[in-house]
Every structure is written in structure tokens, then in C-alpha cells.
T-cell receptor
């Protein structure tokens, strides 16, 4: 049981490049979410999903896309990276009244 | 609007001393309340949660928190801090177990 896994751990992008942050969970949780963490701002919700095929926006969705084709996977896409998207990204899944967080992806956009 | 305030950005304590981290929230009803800990370079780990019932909640690693409705607070406490408790602590509020709203965090430093 790996819990919530995220890849890559670290990524450097140039402005305008695209990439996908991967997130997977093996706990069969329906609810999954993406947060970004910035210094002095805590974690802010980007997008979330209540099950396969269902996604919705969180507090800071602009510049990010998500999809949920399976229960296990919830990738986050940056279509055209901007320096303002430099952050640490956490994926989480919810089960047994608890959100379980992945180890995070540190993204630097130059 | 729902919000969480952690007024202390950085706290320093000596090992063995007691600890209290403050958390105040703004919410229309009784929310679900959480405390998470984040060690450097790591993800977030749940320390404890409050949904209803007894207002004093026990968590892992010897932590406890008390829900005070009249003060809209959910302060985290530990009677004796260990060096391994050095980390960043986040309070969070939510209408259920989803869509957590996090405070800005309190960084705890422990001196030997």
C-alpha cells in the first residue's frame, strides 16, 4: 500500500512550456485534490475531483487543468507555465475522514 | 468567508518545554478542524481532527487540541516538546473532510 504517490519530485520548466504532474493513490478513494504551497500562504486548493469523470475548481484554478479518467489517477496539467506557478504542489486523497497527502512536487518556472 | 488564522509565524521553544500553537477560524457553522505537521521536504501528516463531541482531542505524537466554540479557536498543545517536533504546523478548517482551507502555518524551532 503506497498511499499517495507523486511524480516527478522536482522539475524545472521554461516559461511557456507545458507539463503534467502525476498523482496516484492505491486506497480506492473517490475524492482527490491538488494544492499548491507558497511561502507565507499555506496550502491553497487548485482543483478537486469527487470521482472518476467529475472534477471542479478550487480556490486558485487558473492556469491548471485536470482530468479524472480512473479512480487511481488525478494528473494536473500546466498548459503554458508561468513564473507565478513556481511552487510546491501536493496531491491528496480523502478516506476515513482524513486527507492523505503525497510527498509533493517542487516546480521551478524560469 | 471561511478563513483560518495562525497568528504565530515562528515559535522557538526549548526541548522539554510546553507548547501551544494558536489557531482561530472564521466559519458560519461548526466546522471540521484539523492540525497537520510538515517536516522539511516532506508532505503533510495529520496530527488530529475534530468533528464533534468531546472538545479536547488527542492526536499522535503526544499532541492534543481543544475546540473552543466561544473563541472560534482550535489551539494545539503538547506538554513536553522533543527536538523531533521541529517542523511546520498547519491548522485547517472544512465543511466536511474535503476542501480544506489552511492557515499560513507556524514554524516550530526547538533548542536543546
Amino acid at each position: 500500500n503506497a498511499g499517495v504517490t507523486q511524480t516527478p519530485k522536482f522539475q524545472v520548466l521554461k516559461t511557456g512550456q507545458s507539463m503534467t504532474l502525476q498523482c496516484a493513490q492505491d486506497m480506492n478513494h473517490e475524492y482527490m485534490s491538488w494544492y499548491r504551497q507558497d511561502p507565507g500562504m499555506g496550502l491553497r486548493l487548485i482543483h478537486y475531483s469527487v470521482g472518476a469523470g467529475i472534477t471542479d475548481q478550487g480556490e486558485v484554478p487558473n492556469g491548471y487543468n485536470v482530468s479524472r479518467s480512473t479512480t487511481e489517477d488525478f494528473p494536473l496539467r500546466l498548459l503554458s507555465a508561468a513564473p507565478s506557478q513556481t511552487s510546491v504542489y501536493f496531491c491528496a486523497s480523502t478516506g476515513r475522514e482524513t486527507q492523505y497527502f503525497g510527498p509533493g512536487t517542487r516546480l521551478l518556472v524560469l | 468567508a471561511q478563513s483560518v488564522t495562525q497568528p504565530d509565524i515562528h515559535i522557538t521553544v526549548s526541548e522539554g518545554a510546553s507548547l501551544e500553537l494558536r489557531c482561530n477560524y472564521s466559519y458560519g457553522a461548526t466546522p471540521y478542524l484539523f492540525w497537520y505537521v510538515q517536516s522539511p521536504g516532506q508532505g503533510l501528516q495529520l496530527l488530529l481532527k475534530y468533528f464533534s463531541g468531546d472538545t479536547l482531542v488527542q492526536g499522535i505524537k503526544g499532541f492534543e487540541a481543544e475546540f473552543k466554540r466561544s473563541q472560534s479557536s482550535f489551539n494545539l498543545r503538547k506538554p513536553s516538546v522533543h527536538w523531533s517536533d521541529a517542523a511546520e504546523y498547519f491548522c485547517a478548517v472544512a465543511p466536511n473532510t474535503d476542501k480544506l482551507i489552511f492557515g499560513t502555518g507556524t514554524r516550530l524551532q526547538v533548542f536543546p
